[in-house]
């Protein structure tokens, strides 16, 4: 069942490409000592996990891909997701295993990764086996370390799974005589923390509601489950608005949120991704989400973002980024190359000759000099009060 | 003790409601921190309480105050000279401000008075205790510092300040209650003021004429109270206006003001008769930086040598600090704290508390005579001001219930704590931090010589990092020397070029990584002069610019420019032609009127140019300088 899913069609397509050319796209090729190390466990080690993802639920919809999706979000616990990824060592089968967990729970595609991991981790607390705090602690530390390093692509993930680290150890709880009024202490926490981010979604629709104004045109980019939210509050709230979405290439997102929001009756128009320059005088604010929220305040998101966020700059349109807080990452690109590079294979619909490189980075980092405002569940940010959030939460 | 701490937790919460405001000086803070450090702590933290600020967009509390005084003023003329007492009573607890502070400046100078004063007039007749002085400070003729010029008048005011403190005791309430109107306080205000001045005026006459022998101001002192108390009340208020201000201006002496005006003639003056040092000036000082210190280079340092013996209240250790810095062989502000706070360390070691004096009080004024001993030598630089604000307040919030050689214990671990966590594990996390910034075929560009830089590289490179250095220098200095020929010789390979060469090579550099002497809260680098046109040119051209500074080093000033804070260097060593050292064309030209040297030492670099500070605490943004000054300067305890 596994293999019939999108993700699989694409990861099939790349070990294609990678048989075809071994020496003609070194893009994807180099591997760094970290990914080498993990490819033990992923075996699609050298394309972004998260992009991958991301494909497959807001890429362009398949007929076996709903069919699929439905039947996880039914809590259909699938037996080969563990065959595929599950570093397949005997002590992973005794115990329990975070990565499994988390995979179950990323089935669903309204559920952001990040939740699906402290959801994944939270449940780490509930099943383990441990009799002292410190057990336990080192645990939590082992599973969360599991998940990090299972996708170190993905910035919500690692921010997630520290935040929760954060949130959750960080607690008079461990101070308590007995082991397991402290436990469930923790998993109060834990579950507390699942049930924050959760609602994050929510609590930001709200809060942007008052930048919608009736009239307004806006610019959106790629598919964002926060934006959408966005919108279909502003939709609900009978306010008129037209939304241009951008066509999302190379996993065509976009056409995915223009058809979500044509359900709610919402005007869209569809824009070819360099088509943004040309219609951006009509437009009136950008929304964007985010991957992930960087200590400087900027963005990592979806290729293409960061050319939105300077033309709109260039034409003084407010760039708002739609961002859970739980996507705020300690990372501090310096600039383009200063990330781990999370890649992914390009369909370009014709055979690309062997000598022409291809750019498969999947994302792009956007300075917060572009950014306007953050929507957070934690309020409505400058780019510069993340680092204040984020030196609060981690120091 | 009593009426003194209510008017203080009064005036306390003014100060918070008046919106910029400098905390409190250390020596006030020995008084009133550790009794009510709730009264003393809100004001420093200001803005917000981390842990209970759930939403980052909070609205700053309404300023109470304000509201209060526009309520409260009203009340007040209602208030018949008959009812003063109870007017008296109810407009004390309002509580958050004093509003009699408002009705007349004669009562807040009591109450915001320097606490020595009214301290030392309530230990006893000033007279007592003017007796017990001379036989201290008899040893130390060299003019010392605060003690000597300074107590005398303190004392004397302790007097007339006790006096007139009952005298307005007594005819207390009514002044306050008897103005009806704005323009009528106004005016009391301003005749008052100008009493001041005036006074002022006599004061510095009547100081300036027996300056010529320091016993003879001594001696002449216990009389003094004598004269105002027989004198009618317009004296007495004028005098006691002289002594309000003169603790003030002592303080300001203790640890002359980081900030002192030097084209103010008068100061100028006052500052030369405490100083230690015998300092010339340097002859045509350029316009703009007048109001900055400058001396003749080298004219003080043989004179000083020669002194050491004489200079008693001065630590040898510190001595010797001072004396290198003025030689200029420590440089650098680490090195320079580091020094610092070493030679405090050994003359705590050595120090012992005199009879009849607090460990508390006597170790600051002492640790302050050491640091105006320092300022003489080089002003301080504003990472020192940081240590040795810590140290005070360090000081301050000792146990009085330790014994003496543990609370020198206390403190000579506190500062081997301070310079091991805040400045060499601090460099050491920058240095991992850092490193992780550099990459494979990068190209590195740094400006002269930065001890945290140098870390940094000679780190990557143990790393087995491939990358490049480019070292951009500047006379006259030329620091950048010395960093080459160490990264050279660990087989880095560098390329050294001058200030004027920075927009050619700076388009092959790929990050700059600069050092610095601080970083203001605007997120303003204050750095050795260059550092700004190179990052200037860096941001021009999109190379990150990465600032390398520890924590400690952070300031809530704010700063635009650098010409109202800086440092002057010798005007010497701007004129001299480096590279024929044999020839000086501009020789003989010294002298003209016309011709001015100018040689500053430091530039703010605007937030803009910067991408990143590397501190202790990681990789931020310049704009969240003010948070780690927030939360981790908190009481300058540096938690």
């Known amino acids: ?395 | 003790m009593d009426p003194r701490r209510v008017s203080r937790t009064v005036s306390d919460p003014k100060v918070r409601h008046v919106g910029f405001f400098a905390p409190p000086a250390p020596p006030d803070r020995s008084q009133s921190g550790p009794p009510d450090p709730t009264s003393s702590s809100p004001p420093v933290s200001g803005i917000s309480p981390p842990g209970n600020s759930l939403s980052p967009v909070m609205i700053p509390p309404p300023r109470q105050p304000s509201t209060d005084l526009v309520r409260h003023y009203p009340h007040a003329p209602l208030h018949s000279p008959l009812g003063d007492p109870r007017a008296a009573d109810s407009s004390v607890p309002v509580g958050s401000y004093n509003p009699s502070e408002f009705l007349s400046p004669s009562a807040t100078t009591d109450c915001s008075d320097d606490p020595l004063s009214p301290g030392l007039s309530r230990m006893g007749s000033s007279g007592k205790f003017a007796m017990s002085l001379p036989s201290e400070e008899f040893d130390m003729p060299v003019a010392k510092l605060n003690d000597d010029v300074n107590m005398p008048p303190n004392v004397s005011d302790g007097g007339a300040n006790m006096e007139v403190q009952k005298e307005k005791r007594a005819a207390g309430g009514k002044p306050l209650k008897e103005k009806t109107t704005k323009a009528e306080r106004r005016a009391m205000q301003e005749a008052q003021r100008a009493a001041k001045a005036a006074a002022k005026g006599e004061g510095s006459k009547a100081s300036a004429a027996p300056a010529t022998g320091v016993n003879s101001t001594k001696t002449g002192k216990p009389v003094k109270p004598d004269a105002p108390k027989k004198d009618n009340s317009v004296v007495t208020a004028s005098e006691k206006k002289g002594g309000d201000r003169q603790p003030d201006k002592d303080r300001k002496k203790d640890a002359p003001h980081p900030r002192m005006q030097f084209d103010d003639e008068n100061r100028v003056e006052k500052a030369k008769k405490r100083s230690v040092v015998k300092q010339t000036e340097a002859r045509n000082r350029v316009e703009l930086f007048r109001h900055l210190p400058q001396y003749e280079h080298g004219t003080r340092l043989p004179e000083l040598e020669s002194k050491f013996f004489k200079l008693d209240p001065v630590h040898p250790a510190v001595y010797k600090v001072g004396l290198q810095y003025l030689a200029g062989d420590i440089s650098g502000g680490n090195a320079r704290c580091i020094a610092t706070l070493q030679a405090f360390q050994e003359s705590i070691r050595d120090y012992s508390t005199p009879p009849e004096k607090a460990l508390i009080r006597d170790l600051t004024t002492k640790i302050n005579s050491y640091v105006s001993f320092l300022i003489e030598c080089r002003p301080l630089s504003i990472s020192m001001g940081n240590a040795i604000r810590f140290l005070k307040t360090r000081i301050a919030n000792l146990p009085l219930n330790l014994s003496e050689s543990e609370a020198k214990a206390n403190l000579i671990s506190d500062i081997e704590r301070f310079i091991n966590e805040k400045i060499i594990i601090a460099d050491k996390v920058i240095v991992k931090h850092a490193a992780t910034k550099v990459r494979d075929g990068d190209v590195l560009l740094t400006y002269a010589s930065s001890s945290a830089v140098e870390m940094i590289l000679l780190q990557a490179h143990e790393l087995g990092k491939q990358f490049r250095v480019v070292i951009v220098d500047s006379q006259p200095k030329l620091e950048g020397q010395r960093l080459i020929r160490r990264l050279v010789g660990k087989g880095i390979s560098c390329t050294y070029t001058h200030l004027n060469a920075v927009s050619y090579v700076m388009h092959e550099a790929t990050k700059v990584f600069l050092g610095a002497s601080s970083v203001l809260s605007n997120g303003t680098v204050y750095s050795r002069v260059g550092t700004a046109c190179v990052a200037m040119v860096a941001h021009q051209f999109r190379v990150p610019v990465l600032i390398c500074c520890e924590a400690y080093k952070f300031h809530e000033r704010v700063q635009l420019d650098s010409i109202c804070f800086n440092e002057l260097g010798d005007p010497d060593a701007v004129s001299r032609d480096y590279a024929r050292k044999e020839i000086n064309s501009l020789d003989g030209r010294a002298n003209s009127e016309n011709l001015q040297f100018l040689n500053l030492i430091y530039d703010a670099t605007p937030s803009d140019y910067v991408s990143m500070i590397i501190t202790d605490y990681g990789m931020v943004p310049p704009t969240s300088v003010p948070v780690i000054v927030r939360e981790y300067h908190r009481d300058h305890l540096w938690t």
């Open chain 1, 1 to 395: 069942m596994w293999y019939r899913s999108a993700s699989f069609i694409l990861d099939k397509q790349q070990q294609q490409q990678q048989q075809n050319d071994t020496v003609t796209n070194p893009e994807s090729r180099p591997l760094s000592p970290a990914s080498t190390a993990m490819a033990a466990e992923n075996p699609n080690a050298n394309i972004s996990m998260y992009y991958q993802t991301r494909a497959a639920h807001h890429g362009v919809v398949t007929n076996d891909w709903l069919a699929q999706a439905q039947a996880a979000v039914g809590g259909n616990t699938d037996d080969s997701v563990s065959d595929n990824y599950v570093s397949g060592g005997e002590e992973e089968n005794k115990r329990y295993s975070v990565v499994d967990e988390f995979n179950n729970w990323r089935k669903q595609p309204e559920l952001a990764e990040a939740v699906a991991a402290i959801r994944a981790l939270a449940s780490v607390i509930r099943s383990s086996q441990a009799t002292t705090m410190m057990e336990l602690e080192i645990e939590l530390k082992k599973a969360s370390d599991a998940l990090k390093s299972w996708d170190t692509t993905s910035i919500s993930l690692t921010a997630g799974c520290d935040l929760f680290m954060r949130y959750v150890t960080r607690t008079s709880a461990l101070e308590y005589e007995d082991f397991n009024s402290a436990k469930s202490r923790l998993l109060e926490r834990a579950e507390k923390f699942g049930e924050i981010s959760y609602k994050a979604r929510r609590i930001i629709a709200m809060l942007s509601q008052d930048f919608i104004f009736d009239g307004c045109t806006i610019l959106v980019h790629g598919f964002s489950r926060v934006v959408l939210e966005v919108l279909r509050t502003a939709a609900q709230n009978k306010k008129l608005f037209r939304v241009f979405c951008t066509e999302g290439r190379p996993d065509r997102t976009g056409l995915r949120l223009s058809n979500e929001l044509a359900k709610l009756d919402v005007p869209v128009k569809l824009l070819i991704d360099s088509a943004v320059a040309y219609s951006m005088d009509e437009v009136d604010m950008v929304f964007v989400g985010a991957d992930g929220v960087v200590e400087s305040g900027g963005i990592i998101n979806m290729m293409g973002t960061y050319q939105i966020a300077l033309v709109a700059k260039s034409m003084n349109k407010p760039v708002y980024v739609a961002a859970e807080s739980y996507k705020f990452a300690r990372l501090y690109p310096l600039d383009q190359k200063d990330m781990v590079p999370a890649l992914r294979p390009i369909d370009f619909g014709v055979p690309i000759p062997s000598k022409v490189e291809v750019e498969t980075s999947a994302r792009d980092y956007t300075p917060p000099q572009y950014l306007t405002l953050l929507f957070t569940d934690l309020g409505v940010l400058t780019p510069s009060v993340v680092s204040d959030e984020l030196i609060q939460l981690y120091l």
